[in-house]
């Protein structure tokens, strides 16, 4: 199977910044689309911004313009900047990845999610 680990949440005042960044590993073969959601208490997950293999990128709009995602194909790792941070940014942020594993074909599909990470942004 493949497994997410994420790092870099945190306490952080308002207008300040984080970088999330989310590491897969196990047998993959390929990894197409890579994505951020965020879930805030007693809200639904929701989805933030996307990534393709390719590097086609797409946000939901009251990021956009604040946060950027990026991905490293070679580390099979997918980022998160998030620039002038607000409260209501606040949440819990997990990655998800789907694509190919195995180490024979025929390949087989996966979607894994992260651990999730805390972000809060407060003063």
């Known amino acids: 199977q493949v497994q997410l680990v994420e790092s870099g949440g945190g306490l952080v005042q308002p207008g300040g910044s984080l970088r999330l960044s989310c590491a897969a590993s196990?047998?993959?073969?390929?990894?197409?689309?890579m994505a951020w959601y965020r879930q805030g208490p007693g809200k639904q997950r929701d989805l933030v911004a996307t990534?393709?293999?390719?590097?086609?990128?797409s946000y939901k709009d009251s990021v956009k313009g604040r946060f950027t995602i990026s991905r490293d194909n070679a580390e099979n790792t997918v980022y998160l900047q998030m620039n002038s941070l607000k409260p209501e940014d606040s949440a819990v942020y997990y990655c998800?990845?789907?694509?190919?594993?195995?180490?024979?074909?025929?390949?087989?599909?996966?979607?894994?999610w992260g651990q999730g990470t805390q972000v809060t942004v407060s003063s």
């Open positions: 998800n990845v789907n694509g190919k594993f195995g180490g024979v074909v025929p390949y087989r599909s996966f979607i894994s």
């Open positions: 990534i393709t293999r390719s590097g086609s990128t």
């Open positions: 196990g047998s993959i073969f390929s990894i197409d689309s």
